[in-house]
């Protein structure tokens, strides 16, 4: 598993849950964001990684179907 090279920005409240439970659920970035694609989110994989980074926003389209892909609420996504 690699290791973020770069600081969390503050771009979005999201993106270090998002990382960590897709680590944790072991699915790759690549397969994720093929994941999202099939659910209609048009992302490629320097947008994701800035989602994941804090570095931009997260569209609400994404956490719905982020949420929907790592089978939790919406609201665990913004957990602290």
Same mark, same amino acid.
């Given at each position: !598993? =690699?290791?973020?090279?770069?600081?969390? @920005? $503050?771009?979005?409240?999201? @993106? =270090?849950?998002?990382?960590?439970?897709?680590?944790?659920?072991?699915?790759?970035? =690549?397969?994720?964001?093929? =994941? !999202?694609?099939? !659910?209609?989110?048009?992302?490629?994989?320097? $947008?994701?990684?800035?989602?994941?980074?804090?570095?931009?926003?997260?569209?609400?389209?994404?956490?719905?179907?982020? $949420?929907?892909?790592?089978?939790?609420? !919406?609201?665990?996504?913004?957990?602290?």
């Amino acid at each position: !598993m =690699k290791i973020r090279k770069n600081a969390y @920005g $503050s771009a979005n409240l999201v @993106g =270090k849950n998002v990382e960590r439970l897709r680590k944790a659920k072991g699915i790759k970035q =690549k397969d994720f964001i093929a =994941k !999202m694609q099939v !659910m209609g989110c048009d992302i490629n994989p320097t $947008s994701y990684s800035k989602l994941e980074g804090q570095v931009r926003s997260a569209t609400d389209k994404e956490i719905y179907v982020i $949420s929907k892909i790592l089978n939790v609420k !919406m609201e665990d996504l913004f957990a602290e």
